[in-house]
């Protein structure tokens, strides 16, 4: 709990999905490094946890088990891993955007730069800014919808350019 609420105090200052590129994954792989840590400190802690128990119990008693704890952190791991596939995805499906519908100079010097193609990627940018505006590190049952929320109303704006994009292709 206490690493949780640590980790959410410091990230909390940070807007992830505003981040630079570079920002975003130097935060992300550091809480990573924390979180990694974190599961192997607990494995040790666990195996000499069992074997205490194992030296000190009695013969016909057996190995006692204890019961595994679920970290409260895991949520947030959760979502910074979402976060981080959020973004490659977007800034993967603006790269495709930019080299399927930039103009060659062939077509731009015939004046065949069509309008709809330099706004696909306004679109784009603009779905992402209303995701930019939801704190993803909202873990409460309200952010977790709204979370929710945005990515739907991402996923909508982003298939219309889809859509727009296959019939130009075809």
């Known amino acids: 709990q206490d690493l949780n609420e640590r980790l959410l105090k410091m990230l909390g200052n940070q807007c992830l999905m505003q981040a630079r590129d570079d920002d975003f994954e130097r935060i992300i792989s550091g809480c990573k490094r924390v979180f990694n840590t974190w599961d192997d400190e607990d494995e040790m802690y666990r195996n000499i946890l069992r074997e205490l128990i194992k030296r000190h119990s009695r013969r016909d008693d057996g190995v006692k088990t204890f019961r595994?704890?679920?970290?409260q952190?895991?949520?947030l791991k959760k979502r910074l891993e979402e976060l981080g596939t959020f973004r490659k995805q977007h800034d993967q499906?603006?790269?495709v955007i930019g080299r399927v519908l930039r103009p060659?100079?062939?077509?731009?010097?015939a004046g065949m730069v069509d309008a709809d193609d330099a706004t696909a990627l306004?679109?784009?940018?603009?779905?992402?800014?209303?995701?930019?505006m939801v704190d993803a590190l909202d873990l409460t049952e309200v952010g977790v919808r709204a979370w929710q929320s945005v990515q739907k109303r991402y996923s909508e704006r982003i298939e219309t350019v889809e859509i727009r994009i296959i019939a130009k292709l075809n």
């Open 73 to 75: 952190h895991e949520v």
């Open 104 to 109: 060659t100079s062939q077509d731009e010097a």
């Open 93 to 95: 499906l603006r790269n």
């Open 122 to 132: 306004e679109e784009v940018d603009l779905a992402y800014k209303d995701v930019e």
């Open 68 to 71: 595994r704890v679920k970290p």
